[in-house]
């Protein structure tokens, strides 16, 4: 396959968005422009139960911009809710003035033209896009312009269960490898006994995301920009890993609820978005830790990031994108991203976050937040595969849980993958890359 690099194959791609969003009816849209006076509307799903700390960030520009109010809608359940909604929207001009976006969907939009690019308002409104964190803001780029600025991101995290570390005689940190942990899950399954499981991998839901931190450490992937690799060698290691870690040597499961039953004391280790661990720590009934994803080889970066954006439609006139614009400069500022941060367990997506006294005291009296931050090093985007060819997510998503509910081969499994995800990418994307033919 023509390998191009992301921002490349971004700027030349957006003709083949309607059909990378089959069923979206609303891609593209129709002219029009919402203007006036009324209020910032802003879509969102309350990331990390995020309703209450939207709100009181919502007052706080209020009272910043007196001649500004916002409306906060919610928008959906989920991040795919909250894109379907954006997408039905895009009929008319009864579009959000701010809509969260995850790393699934911004770029479809962006490519169709129905976001706007961003940085010819930053210097209008007064962003320093010097402060965001850099990989954080990058993941909003292409063709040298940004679609979207950082809120509601995060990374999965190691969470163990303490006391049955102790009592299985490990070390009180996570593993550094995912072959010590292969080494120390029959250890914990044999200390927390029937009914009870030494890991618990998440379900449909999450396990394609949070996979490819294991795959990247086994020096597998999804894909290397474009070339698919699920049948690669070290791909196929990781996947064995991962059946056998359930299937072979019997101290794992696919979890309904994974945080929750890591919580309530089910899953005696699971790996869980920074965005769960306020929620974690409010109802943990044990005393847990947190660590850093297993690095790869000569630490190579073994963990994805993941997460949301807030984007600006392109239907607005340019004073509501302004003002839109004022309100995402706002709510993502130092101290009200550590507030979203220390509120939701997302990290803070500015750089001098970290020195707001708030955040400093946070983060001495909840050593756990720190991980993270000190994790975002060892992290990279996520692979092409993944979150670039449509509806690749729930079908890597359907694969690993058909190997870790019923025990499917892997090589097999993943052989499936590959052909299906190459039909989308030959039918829908390779036909817009230059040189093709």
Known sequence: MTVLNRRSFLSLAGAAVPGMLAGCA?????????????????????????????????ARFQSRFPGLQVKLI????????????????????????????????????????????????????????????????????????????????????????????????L????????????????????????????HGWPNAERISW???????????????????????????????FYRDSIHRRRYAAIANDNANEFATGIQASTLASTGALVGITHSARVDFGVAPLPTGPGGAPGCPTGGAGLAIPAKLSPERKLNALRFIEFVTNPQNTAYFSQRTGYLPVRKSAVHDPSEQRYLDENPR????????????????????LPGADRIICAGLESIGL????????????????????????????????
Do not use: C
Request: zero cysteines; a negative charge.
């Open 26 to 58: 609303g891609m593209g849209g129709s002219s029009g422009e919402k203007s006036g006076s009324g209020p910032i509307t802003f879509w969102s799903n309350h990331p990390g139960q995020s309703a209450t700390m939207e709100r009181e960030l919502i």
């Open 210 to 240: 949070v996979f490819e931190g294991p795959n990247w450490a086994f020096g597998g992937a999804y894909s290397d920009k474009w070339t698919l690799k699920f049948t690669d060698p070290k791909t196929i290691e990781a996947g064995n």
């Open 74 to 169: 919610d928008a959906g359940a989920d991040y795919d809710e909250v894109a379907q909604k954006f997408n039905a929207s895009l009929i008319g001009i009864d579009v959000p003035d701010v809509v969260v976006l995850d790393d699934r969907w911004w770029f479809h939009f962006a490519l169709s033209g129905v976001i706007a690019p961003l940085d010819d308002l930053f210097g209008q409104v007064g962003v320093d896009t010097a402060d965001y964190v850099d990989s954080l803001l990058a993941d909003y780029e292409f063709d040298g312009r940004h679609y979207a600025l950082p809120y509601s991101r995060s990374t999965p995290l190691f969470y163990y269960n303490k006391s049955d570390w102790a009592r299985a005689g």
């Open 406 to 437: 019923e025990g499917s081969d892997v090589t097999d499994t993943f052989t499936d993958i590959e052909k299906q995800l190459g039909v989308i990418y030959d039918r829908q994307i390779k036909r817009k890359l230059p040189r093709h033919g």
């Open 369 to 388: 937040a720190r991980v993270a931050l000190d994790q975002l090093p060892h992290t990279k985007p996520q692979d092409y595969a993944r979150v670039f």
């Open 171 to 198: 070390p009180d940190r996570g593993p550094r490898s995912w072959q010590e942990f292969d080494e120390w899950g029959p250890r914990l399954q044999q200390v927390v006994g029937s009914g009870r499981w030494a």
